[in-house]
């Protein structure tokens, strides 16, 4: 019985010493399975037998950011090298080659801990050798954030930066409006990505495809005040891809009002068309200014109408922010003050008087004259020329002559000032 005592011990002491031998043996193979990342070159070996266990390596990256994987290898086969998670049970990605061959890929990953097998397809033996480099992407979404209970609450304004991998195919966001506004919704990737939207309740209100393989993206939705979601989202599982994302509210125009639809105002003066745009914090209020007559009224950028010649002209503004909105307003521009060039005795006839008036442009003319200064019974004439003849008057008597320049628009007269008269005496 002790003898059976003492060889039961002994094969125990064997069988422990043996366990002890295979845990050293894989901690030792694991530590020199682990690589650096960088230009440094992971040197192997491919031998009759082996299998991909003893081909696996591992490395990890302190952050999220594109892991490129660059393959060389003598094996006079086919051969292919898989990067993959930390146990080399699933693959992310991989590329092969035949003799003498090499690869590059690259793939967005988190941060954590991947492996790299290679496989050498038809068994040849051969040197491969494999170098891993990582560049980091600026990320500042916080994991996790697959659902929509750990959703990342988010700001107005607020550039997020992200990543979708295959471990990470999405990231939710939550944000809260305080009122009624349009948001936009800024993207941008590398790759095809979907874009989310829903409501407080989880109901989609949206959701827009990017195809074309990258570059900027935006969709708008109007919205009550509530909390929303929006959901980044790999377009297809291999469409990896960093992206961006910024929610921004945008206020449209919804009214523009100007002084008044018709406004009269004289030649050589200026007049503020605008009298306000509504609401008073929509976002992008510039307006758009035009003139249908540039020569009568000119406009700036800021509405402000300057009379330059008498008539009419349509000033018309726009909104630039997309709600296609414009008001028009009819500016009517009467004639300067006129003046008098000369007040002489017809030639032909000491009793009638000569009138000449300093012209003016697109106007007709009003001419008065009466015995006393302040042409009580005063006598008229229109006329679309700058001077005039009166019929024949009362000899050796005193007049006083005016004139004053008129517009007519939609058989109404829109007249300037009466110029200073001047005074003449008939014959006989």
Known sequence: ?????????????????????VISHKKMVQAESIISLGDTWTNGYWTEGDTEAAHRYQFTIPSDGKVTVNCQSAIDGPWTIYLTDKDCAENYNYEGGGAGGSTTFSEYLKAGTYGIEFD???????????????TAVGCNVPEPNNDF?????????????????????????KIQLNRATTLKVVTTAESNREVSLYNGDFVNIRTTDYYYGGGAG???????PGTYYIKMQQHGSSYDTPYTLKCVSYQYVTGIRLRSSLLVVTKGTSVNLL?????????????KWATSNSSVAAVSSAGKVTAKAAGYANITASTIDGSNISKMATVIVRPAKASLKKVTLSKYNKRQIFIKAKGQKNVSYQYQYAKNKKFKKAKSIRSDYASVTTLTLSKKKKYYVRVRAYYEYNGKKYCGAWSKAKSIRTKK
């Not at 094969?11 to 366990?19: K, T």
């Not at 988010?154 to 195919?169: A, C, E, F, Y």
């Not at 009298?275 to 307006?287: E, G, M, W």
């Open 1 to 21: 019985m002790e003898k059976i005592t003492k060889k039961v011990i002994g094969m125990i002491g064997v069988m422990f010493l043996c366990m002890l031998s």
């Open 120 to 134: 050498s397809d038809w068994g040849d033996e051969g040197a491969y050798k494999f170098k891993v480099q990582f």
């Open 149 to 173: 209970v750990s959703a990342t609450p988010i700001s107005l304004n607020q550039l997020q930066q992200g990543v979708l991998t295959d471990t990470n195919p999405e990231d939710y966001f």
């Open 275 to 287: 009298s306000a745009v509504t609401p008073s914090d929509a976002t992008q209020k510039t307006l």
């Open 218 to 224: 935006m969709f708008e939705e109007y919205l009550s």
